[in-house]
Every structure is written in C-alpha cells, then in structure tokens.
T-cell receptor
C-alpha cells in the first residue's frame, strides 16, 4: 500500500535556487494538502486543493506555488528558495467525504543554505 | 482566526503512570483529530472526534472532546515505553473547507 508518496526525501539547495516537491496519492482522494513543520510550531498549511482543478492558500503561502496536475498529483514549487524555507514538508490527502483523517506522506527534508 | 494550543509541550513520565495532554482551541468546532509522530517519521492518525462528548479509546490511549469548553484531552493510562512520541491535536476550521489547524505538539518521553 503506497498511500501518499513524496519525492525527494532529502534536498539541499542554495539560496535563490528553485525546486519542485512532488506528491502523489493512490487512494483516489479528492483533497490534497501541503504543510511545513518547524520545531515547536506544529504543522502549518501552505496550500491545499479541495478537488482536482482547484487550489487555495493556507496559513503560510508566501514564497510557494502549487499545481494540482491531476487527481493523484499535487506539487509544491519554491521559485527562489530562502533560508527561512528550511523545513520538513509534508503532503497529505483526504477523501472528499468530510470527517475523515488526512493521510500523510513521509516528508521531504529541505535545507537551504 | 482559529488557534490551537496544547499543553504541556514536553512531558517526561515513568512507565506505569497516568497522564493527560490538553488541547484547547479558540473558535467553535466539533471536529478534532489526534495524530502521533515518531521521530523522523510521518504522522499517524489516532482518533477522530466529531461531536460534543465524543470519547474514543485505543489500548492505553483515550481521547475526549468537550465542544462547549473547546477542549480535547488525550489520556494515557499505565504508560509504556512504546508510547513515547510527539502527539498533535488538529482542529477542523468551519470557515475553510477541510482545513486543519494543528497544535504545537506534545513530546512525550516514557522512561522505564
């Protein structure tokens, strides 16, 4: 059972470089999410997609863009990476039916020098 | 704006003891989730609480929800080392479709 797959698992970037984090789910879920996790701050929502073809900003969207490529895939792009974006990034998905928990990927550990 | 606060943030306890983690939130909601995270790992869903007075139990963990007090608790009974992890509560906002706001997490260490 693959669930939610994130690539890459680790990445080091230099300030100003761009990068796309990939996320794919095989559970036929409608909704997908991108979070960042920083020490002592829990998870903060960056962007989400309630259904294929829609995306919306979360709590901390500045410096990021997203693409819901199809129902399975939801990518997160850093156009010009900054040290403040050093974090662990989690992708999650959820069925369209509400009241169900989100399923999380294993995370991408991103360091920006 | 929905805010979620957990306490304590760090908890070290002995095996066999009981303890409670608290999750307070600032605006009306009746949908609350508890997750577990092991170091360097992903988040695993533990409980889904969907109404006032809801209580869920799994092994040594029991979660409850009081929507009037805007409070959820995660109670650990007779703790064992395997329960060492970080526990997060997350509250679903009524404003935004299916958005979760997470607490800061409680890092639980259970010593033999």
């Amino acid at each position: 059972n693959a669930g939610v797959t994130q690539t890459p698992k680790f990445q080091v970037l230099k300030t100003g470089q761009s990068m796309t984090l990939q996320c794919a789910q095989d559970m036929n879920h409608n909704s997908m999410y991108w979070y960042r996790q920083d020490p002592g701050m829990g998870l903060r929502l960056i962007y989400y997609s309630a259904s294929e073809g829609t995306t919306d900003k979360g709590e901390v969207p500045n410096g990021y863009n997203v693409s819901r490529l199809n129902k399975r895939e939801f990518s997160l792009r850093l156009e010009s990476a900054a040290p403040s974006q050093t974090s662990v990034y989690f992708c999650a998905s959820r069925p369209g039916t509400v009241f169900r928990p989100q399923h999380f990927g294993d995370g991408t550990r991103l360091s920006i020098l | 704006e929905l805010k979620v606060e957990q306490n304590p943030l760090f908890l070290s306890m002995q095996e066999g003891k009981n303890y409670t983690i608290y999750c307070n939130y600032s605006t009306t909601s009746d949908r609350l989730y508890w997750y577990r995270q092991d170091p360097g790992k992903s988040l695993e869903s533990l409980f889904v609480l969907l109404s006032n007075g809801a209580v869920k139990q799994e092994g040594r963990l029991m979660a409850s929800l009081d929507t009037k007090a805007r409070l959820s608790t995660l109670h650990i009974t007779a703790a064992v080392h395997d329960l060492s992890a970080t526990y997060f509560c997350a509250v679903e906002s009524r404003e935004g479709a299916q958005k979760l706001v997470f607490g800061q997490g409680t890092r639980l260490t259970i010593n033999p």
